[in-house]
Each structure stands twice: as structure tokens, then as C-alpha cells.
């Protein structure tokens, strides 16, 4: 055989197979993006074009992988939860890794026109990924809390930081040092007093993250969040179509995005589909 003598090259190529049975959390993270921020302008402390292209992307992503049940972003960054049971790719790391990594980056880019008008990308912008396996269901719940309270604690940081250069005409150096050992309720008391904002009155977007779902489709739901029609998912390697999405069934799930709690019972409570 001409080519045997050359094929023994591939056994350098090891497997690489998750852990069956046990939860995926494949976190994307913007590669140097308090750089790409100011170069394309961001506003400060949260650009809510940039937040919902990150949502955009993560929709399209979801939407091509059935086994993806549930994201969450903020910042520059999204973890994407896959469903224990999933044989997507024969559970290959770098195959899952990568293709969901290079998947989002591209959504990013397709659509940065869209978000951004009028302001051409000055470079192409590039995400890090890492898959993280976790055994049981308490440690997704509080992988996505950890998420979700650190959106918090940087989003009332960012938000007293920037109100006291923007409106308070502090510079970054003595934004800091105003900040520094403030807990809080002193944090949310100096926004108040000085700035006249009640921190539990600013978006939801930006002080809870996104979160990513597919539900039932209402008709409000529907009209306020319309779904265009979506390329065939990806079906490679994987065994069964999720729940409630087989063919004839009436129901129609719509990918969703949220900006409501994942600490608390009650969003798991509603949706026990997503540890199943
Ligand atoms: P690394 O490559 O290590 O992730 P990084 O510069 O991306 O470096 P991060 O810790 O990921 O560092 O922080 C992302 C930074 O990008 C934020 O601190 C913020 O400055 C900026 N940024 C990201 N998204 C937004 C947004 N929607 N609005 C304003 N700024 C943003
Ligand atoms: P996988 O996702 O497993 O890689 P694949 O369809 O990409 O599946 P490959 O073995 O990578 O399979 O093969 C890539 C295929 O893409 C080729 O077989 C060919 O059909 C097509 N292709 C790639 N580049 C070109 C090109 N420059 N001109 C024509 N066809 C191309
Ligand atoms: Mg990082
Ligand atoms: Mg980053
Ligand atoms: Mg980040
Ligand atoms: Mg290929």
C-alpha cells in the first residue's frame, strides 16, 4: 500500500474522550477584550450592542447544537451547558471544543454589522474556550450561580467606577482608590447619594446576564422575540432529538433569552428538563 508507510504517523493522534455521564460547561471568553472594547468604542461600563451580538451568537450556536440546554453570558463571556447523556462528536474534547469555539467566534463576526453600523471591525476578534465536566447536578446549579453573582459584583464595581469618572469627573486612578475596600452596600449607597441611581432600578441585562433557553413558544413571546428560519441543527453523532422537539409535535420551542435569576429554586424548579 503507498500510503502505509507514511500512516503510522497517525497513532501519534491520542483519543481524547470526556467522562461519559458526567455534565459539559464549555465556557467561551473574549481573547483581550478590554482591548478590542476601546478600540471599537464600547460604551462604558456595558455596551448593550455588544451584550446582545454575544446573545446573538449564542442563539445561533444553540441552535445548531440540539445539546446545548442552556447559556449563560455576560462580559465578553458564555458558558454553554450540554446535556449529561450528549454523544455529540463521540464526546471528543478538542472536536466539541473547538468546532463550538470556532462556531460562535464566526456568529460574532456575521453579525458584528448588525449590531455595529457604520463601524467596520478594526481586527479580527478571537474567544479562548475550556470544557469543564462536572458529576452531579448541585455543582451545574452552582457553577451558573458563581457565574451569575460574579456578573453581579463586577456590574455594581463597573457601574460606581465609571459614574464616578463619567458624571463624578474622577480620574481611573481615583475611581479606584474611592472604590477600594467598599463593600456592598456602601457601593450601592454612593450611587444613590451621589449619583441618584438605584442600582436595583438599572437593566436587567447588565445586572443579571443572559440567559439562554429554549421554551415553549408563546404567541407574546413569539411576536416579541421572532426566530427566523434556522439551518438543520447539527445531528452528528448524537442519538435522539431533544425533548419536545420530534417531528409532528405541535409544540414549538423557540430559543430564548432571560434575564432573571439562576441563583434561587425557582428557574430550576420550572425547567427540570435542563439537569435531566
Ligand atoms: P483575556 O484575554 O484574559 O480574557 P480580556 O481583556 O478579555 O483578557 P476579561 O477579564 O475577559 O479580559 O474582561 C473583558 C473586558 O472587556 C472587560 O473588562 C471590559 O473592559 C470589556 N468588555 C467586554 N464586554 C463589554 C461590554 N459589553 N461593554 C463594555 N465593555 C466590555
Ligand atoms: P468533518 O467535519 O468531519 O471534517 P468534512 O465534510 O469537512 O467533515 P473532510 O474530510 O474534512 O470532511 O473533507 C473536506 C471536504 O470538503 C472535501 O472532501 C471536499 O469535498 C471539500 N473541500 C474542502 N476544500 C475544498 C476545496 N478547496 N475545493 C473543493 N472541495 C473542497
Ligand atoms: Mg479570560
Ligand atoms: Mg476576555
Ligand atoms: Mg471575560
Ligand atoms: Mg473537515
Not at 85 to 114: D, M, Q
Amino acid at each position: 500500500m503507498a500510503n502505509s508507510k507514511y500512516a503510522y504517523v497517525r497513532n501519534f493522534e491520542l483519543p481524547d474522550p470526556l467522562l461519559p455521564g458526567c455534565f459539559l460547561v464549555c465556557r467561551l471568553d473574549g481573547h483581550a477584550f478590554h482591548r478590542f472594547s476601546d478600540e471599537h468604542g464600547f460604551t462604558k461600563p456595558n455596551d448593550e450592542r455588544a451584550l446582545e451580538l454575544m446573545e446573538h451568537a449564542a442563539k445561533d450556536l444553540m441552535s445548531e447544537y440540539n445539546d446545548i440546554v442552556l447559556a449563560f453570558g455576560e462580559s465578553d463571556e458564555f458558558s454553554f451547558l450540554l446535556r449529561k447523556s450528549t454523544h455529540l462528536y463521540n464526546r471528543r474534547h478538542a472536536k466539541i471544543l473547538t468546532t463550538v469555539t470556532s462556531y460562535f467566534t464566526s456568529c460574532y463576526v456575521f453579525h458584528w454589522p448588525e449590531y455595529f453600523p457604520g463601524k467596520p471591525l478594526r481586527y479580527p476578534p478571537s474567544f479562548d474556550g475550556r470544557i469543564v465536566q462536572y458529576p452531579d447536578e448541585q455543582a451545574i446549579r452552582d457553577y451558573f450561580a458563581w457565574r451569575q453573582a460574579d456578573t453581579h459584583i463586577n456590574n455594581l464595581y463597573n457601574t460606581v467606577f465609571w459614574a464616578l469618572i463619567q458624571q463624578g469627573g474622577k480620574t481611573t486612578a481615583e475611581a479606584h482608590a474611592t472604590l477600594t475596600g467598599t463593600v456592598s452596600s456602601q457601593k450601592n449607597e454612593m450611587l444613590f447619594q451621589r449619583f441618584k441611581i438605584n442600582y436595583n432600578e438599572t437593566s436587567a441585562r447588565f445586572r443579571k446576564g443572559s440567559v439562554v433557553v429554549r421554551e415553549v413558544a408563546t404567541q407574546d413571546a413569539t411576536d416579541a422575540n421572532p426566530m427566523p428560519p434556522q439551518p438543520p441543527a447539527v445531528q452528528a453523532e448524537t442519538s435522539r432529538p431533544s425533548p419536545k422537539a420530534r417531528k409532528g409535535d405541535k409544540t414549538k420551542m423557540a430559543i430564548q433569552v432571560l434575564h432573571c435569576d439562576v441563583i434561587g429554586d425557582e428557574f430550576w424548579k420550572a425547567r427540570p428538563h435542563l439537569l435531566a
